[in-house]
């Protein structure tokens, strides 16, 4: 005999209930639902093969304030409130756990805008699959968690209560003519407002973790002017925008001078950071500069060296350059590096353009002119750098401090052991990781490239709408197209622009790892725009029926 019948309502259906509408769910999404599991899977291997975490020369900065003033601390913040309850194993879970979360994240916002769900998930399946975003999710470093706020910032940017608001109710009977334009004009103003405000604070938050985030404002800016809604609406959202952007920095800027007596976001000056890029680029025969500004040229073997050896070596001209009596040092280096970009553009800009095609290359390699690629690799045993990361007696993780800035002295000291144990790797894990990552485990630069081109095209086609270019495209855009344009929009600037700034000072496989949640989603919703149009004129239609809508896009759930 069989038991009574469940009730609708009793625990037993809904769980039933609930399990059916979650394999529901996996069964319509199963291409993520597989990249996802696969990610997942790459993580945990990752957890197991190093611990308790992978550090890097910077790490210190973030657990025992070494080299302070040197770079934005912000990511200080999560990583004490993780540390106050576990270790640095939980703090890699804890990023690990980001990064599936923000792949996620990417998935849900395009399908919301109505890209198809195999398109979504080939836009999220780099971030998840690339074994150089699984590495830095291992590393005790902040570039996890400025990716979590630039994806967050863009999500409820693109929220749905932030889209172009539709055309007001008429006035109502015995309502004057112009009411009811004035109360459309006022929920345009309110709706999505809060949104805008979030998603500024997130963007701003971004630049105390990496002080790159503060190009952020641009796109964001950009953003609100494509998505339109009438002068008043778009000038409120980009006031409030702006202000919420600049409240996150300013409290850093203010909490920085109530400790240290400097209002800054880093204490490094722009001519230090730029030190690098401007003596490789310049070619010092040709340029005019005083004669005490020549010691601060390379010879060509230091040139060799690349920019990260310029900027950091003991031994770079920039280091051991000491300027003439009544001459201040920082001034110097800032005229020598105008006079370079004053004089020499092209050659600056050919560099910078030349690092920046890298992402698209082929294959990865190292480059002379950036941090070596290994630093951003699996290895086989524990990575050791230099006086900096460093093993002691059983494997003991010991660090090299320098706590005063300037100052040659470097302080050792064992990693604390609330923080973990000693260094321990599985080699059979490690061993697979670095196979994967080596033999094509990341995302092929010209996929990359292929994706890059289609989010620029939909970025043209959201600025041809708004523009109301001659195009019969632009004069064709619906909603779903605007919709598809904007975010495309979104993703592709925001990407470019970190990008670009990163790659003006110093190219880094590291850097490039924000192109990883900004240009595959901007391609993704780029292709999604070019189907909508492809399948008007397969119709003989221009005007992109329901139809086509349907077919094109999928829900969100």
């Not at 009811?180 to 971004?206: D, E, P, Q, W, Y």
């Not at 494997?395 to 090299?400: D, K, P, Q, R, S």
Request: proline share 7%; aromatic share 8%.
């Amino acid at each position: 005999m069989t038991g009574p019948p469940s009730r609708p309502d009793s625990p037993r259906a809904a769980a039933a209930g609930l399990v059916g509408r979650s394999l529901g769910a996996a069964r319509r999404h199963w291409v993520f639902v597989a990249v996802l599991a696969a990610g997942l899977v790459l993580r945990v291997l990752a957890q197991l093969a190093y611990r308790p975490a992978l550090l890097y020369i910077d790490t210190m900065k973030y657990l025992y304030n070494a080299y302070p003033g040197a770079d934005p601390v912000g990511y200080k913040a999560p990583l004490r409130a993780i540390l106050a309850v576990g270790g640095l194993s939980t703090v890699t879970a804890v990023q690990h756990l980001l990064g599936l979360a923000f792949a996620a994240t990417i998935y849900v916002v395009l399908l919301r805008r109505g890209t198809p769900r195999w398109l979504a998930a080939l836009a999220a399946a780099p971030v998840l699959l690339d074994a150089y975003q699984v590495q830095i999710e291992q590393t005790i470093m902040p570039d996890v968690w400025f990716e979590a706020l630039l994806v967050a910032g863009i999500a409820v940017l693109l929220a749905p209560a932030v889209a172009p608001a539709r055309a007001s109710q008429p006035a109502g009977a015995g309502q004057p003519a112009g009411a009811g334009r004035a109360t459309g004009t006022a929920r345009r103003l309110r709706r999505g407002l809060g949104a805008v405000i979030v998603a500024g604070l997130l963007l701003g938050a971004s630049a105390t973790v990496r002080q790159v985030g503060e190009i952020l404002i641009l796109p964001a800016l950009a953003y609100l002017l494509v998505a339109g809604g009438g002068w008043r609406t778009v000038l409120t959202r980009a006031a409030a925008l702006t202000v919420a952007f600049a409240i996150p920095i300013g409290g850093y800027m203010t909490g920085s001078y109530l400790i240290t007596g400097h209002f800054w976001l880093a204490s490094s000056t722009p001519s230090l950071a730029s030190y690098g890029r401007m003596a490789t680029a310049a070619d010092c025969a040709a340029l005019r500069i005083p004669g005490y500004e020549r010691a601060l040229c390379p010879t060509a073997r230091q040139r060799a060296y690349g920019i990260d050896w310029l900027d950091h070596d003991v031994a770079s001209p920039l280091k051991s350059y000491s300027p003439p009596a009544g001459k201040n040092r920082f001034a110097v280096i800032a005229s020598f590096d105008h006079q370079v970009l004053a004089g020499q553009p092209l050659r600056v800009a050919a560099a910078i353009a030349a690092d920046g095609v890298k992402l698209f290359a082929l294959t990865r390699t190292s480059s002379q002119e950036g941090t070596p690629i290994s630093r951003w690799q699996f290895q086989e045993s524990y990575p050791t750098y230099g006086d900096w990361v460093m093993l002691g007696r059983h494997h003991a993780i010991v660090l090299g401090l320098r706590l005063t800035p300037g100052r040659p002295t470097i302080t050792r000291h064992v990693l604390d052991r609330g923080y973990g144990g000693p260094a321990a790797v599985s080699e059979p894990l490690a061993a697979f990781l670095r196979s994967y990552q080596l033999d094509g485990g990341y995302t092929p630069g010209p996929l990359m490239a292929l994706l890059a081109l289609a989010g620029l095209t939909g970025s043209v086609l959201a600025l041809a709408g708004l523009t109301g270019s001659v195009l019969a495209f632009g004069r064709r855009l619906t909603a779903q197209r605007r919709g598809l344009g904007q975010a495309c929009l979104l993703f592709f600037a925001t990407g470019a622009a970190v990008l670009i700034v990163s790659d003006a000072f110093q190219f880094s496989w590291r850097y490039q790892l924000p192109a990883l949640v900004t240009v595959p989603p901007a391609g993704a919703l780029g292709l999604a725009l070019a189907g909508t149009y492809l399948f008007s004129r397969a119709r003989g239609d221009g005007s992109a029926p329901r139809a086509e809508a349907a077919e094109l896009a999928t829900p969100a759930v």
